[in-house]
Nanobody, 125 residues
Framework: VQLQASGGGLVQAGGSLRLSCAAS????????VAWFRQTPGKEREFVAG????????YYANSVKGRFTISRVSAENLVNLQMNSLRLEDTAVYSC???????????????????WGQGTLVTVSS
C-alpha cells in the first residue's frame, strides 16, 4: 500500500488544520495507521494512531484534547484534525501504516512498514 499525506500549511497559533493520509494500491483494512512528526535535530515523535478495524484511537499526551484522528472508510482516508495549534506543533508530519504493529509498539516508528511523504505544518505567533 502507498500512502499520500496532505493538508499541511501555515497557520497562526490557536488555529486549526486537517491532515489527510490516503491509501492507494490497497486499503487500510486490517491496518493500524499513525501520524508522526519530526523537527530538525529531533527524533520522530508519535502523535496519534488509529486501528482501522474497530476504530480505537491513541494519542500522545502533548496533543490529547486538541487533535483528533479519524477514519473515513468510504474514501480510505485517515484524517488528523488539529485544533488549538501551538508553536511547538510546528513539524513535518508523516503518516505510517502497519498490519502487524502491536499495542506496546504503537508509538515506535520502526514498527511501521509503510510511510507517506511528510507534510509541513508551520504554526506562527
Amino acid at each position: 500500500v502507498q500512502l499520500q499525506a496532505s493538508g499541511g500549511g501555515l497557520v497562526q497559533a490557536g488555529g486549526s488544520l486537517r491532515l489527510s493520509c490516503a491509501a492507494s494500491g490497497g486499503t487500510f483494512s486490517g491496518y493500524t495507521v499513525a501520524w508522526f512528526r519530526q523537527t530538525p535535530g529531533k527524533e520522530r515523535e508519535f502523535v496519534a494512531g488509529i486501528k482501522w478495524s474497530g476504530g480505537s484511537t491513541y494519542y500522545a499526551n502533548s496533543v490529547k484534547g486538541r487533535f483528533t484522528i479519524s477514519r473515513v472508510s468510504a474514501e480510505n482516508l485517515v484524517n488528523l484534525q488539529m485544533n488549538s495549534l501551538r508553536l511547538e506543533d510546528t513539524a513535518v508530519y508523516s503518516c505510517a501504516a502497519s498490519r502487524t504493529v502491536i499495542l506496546s509498539a504503537l508509538r515506535v516508528p520502526s514498527a511501521y512498514h509503510y510511510w507517506g511523504q511528510g507534510t509541513l505544518v508551520t504554526v506562527s505567533s
